[in-house]
């Protein structure tokens, strides 16, 4: 199974490959996301087969997952496809002002891979 990340307004997708992946906005980054309140260096992610991690950077702005108050941390924290992570900023389920495009929040998607 694949994964990628899908940005809740524009679409935008990026592949996370199996591995480690650094997500942040420097161009050393294996998976370069330039929006609003991303660290340069902010967070990994580890795809093992069907598995899918996710661990902060120690940076300021911290990761948020599916409206939780709380950020993820620099542990290890297992997501799932359909899961919504924010990067930089928190917003609550009952957040009712306008989101601008420019903040790093996406989708945590999957695709099957065809048999080869």
């Known amino acids: ?4 990340l899908e940005h ?3 679409g935008d997708r990026y592949d996370l490959s ?3 992946q650094v997500l942040g906005r420097h161009s050393s980054c294996t998976c370069v996301l330039k929006y609003d309140y991303m660290s340069r260096f902010h967070a ?3 795809v093992n087969g069907g598995d899918i991690f996710i661990k902060e950077l ?5 990761v948020f997952l599916n409206y939780w108050p709380m950020r993820i941390g620099m542990g290890w924290h ?3 496809a359909g899961d919504i992570l924010y990067f930089g900023v928190q917003l609550s389920i009952d ?3 306008e989101i601008p495009n420019t903040f790093g929040i996406f989708t945590v ?3 099957e891979q065809p048999n080869e």
Do not use: C, P, W
């Open 1 to 4: 199974m694949a994964f990628y």
């Open 8 to 10: 809740v307004f524009t």
């Open 18 to 20: 199996e591995g480690i």
């Open 44 to 46: 990994l992610v580890r």
């Open 58 to 62: 120690g940076n300021n702005n911290g």
């Open 78 to 80: 297992e997501i799932v």
């Open 95 to 97: 957040h009712d002002g």
């Open 109 to 111: 998607k999957s695709y």
